[in-house]
């Protein structure tokens, strides 16, 4: 099992900025990819941002210029900075990750979720 554990969200007025943390523990063998998704209300999940083990990132195209992803992999911890904040930003944010816990046994896991809040 590998659990997720966020950190960082909170009210902001747009304009501002965020940063949100994501931490893995557990029975880790290795880890892939780590990301963020978000979900707004009566909205579907989507992807905000993905960084691979080797550092190769991914932005949907609405945060582009504005978010930015990163990874410390010897803490097996993912970041995502949040600048020039816009009320359509508001959402859940939620860690994810595709990690192994054995050399043949894949698994995808999920945070509990953090409430990111951008109003005035």
């Known amino acids: 099992q590998v659990q997720l554990v966020e950190a960082g969200g909170g009210l902001v007025q747009p304009g501002g900025s965020l940063r949100l943390s994501c931490a893995a523990s557990g029975s880790i063998f290795s880890i892939n990819a780590m990301g963020w998704y978000r979900q707004a209300p009566g909205k579907e999940r989507e992807l905000v941002a993905s960084?691979?083990?080797?550092?190769?990132?991914n932005y949907a195209d609405s945060v582009k210029g504005r978010f930015t992803i990163s990874r410390d992999n010897a803490e097996n911890s993912v970041y995502l900075q949040m600048n020039s904040l816009k009320p359509e930003d508001t959402a859940v944010y939620y860690c994810n990750a595709e990690s192994k816990i054995q050399p043949t046994i894949s698994i995808n896991s999920w945070g509990q979720g953090t409430q990111v809040t951008v109003s005035s």
């Open positions: 960084i691979t083990n080797r550092g190769s990132t």
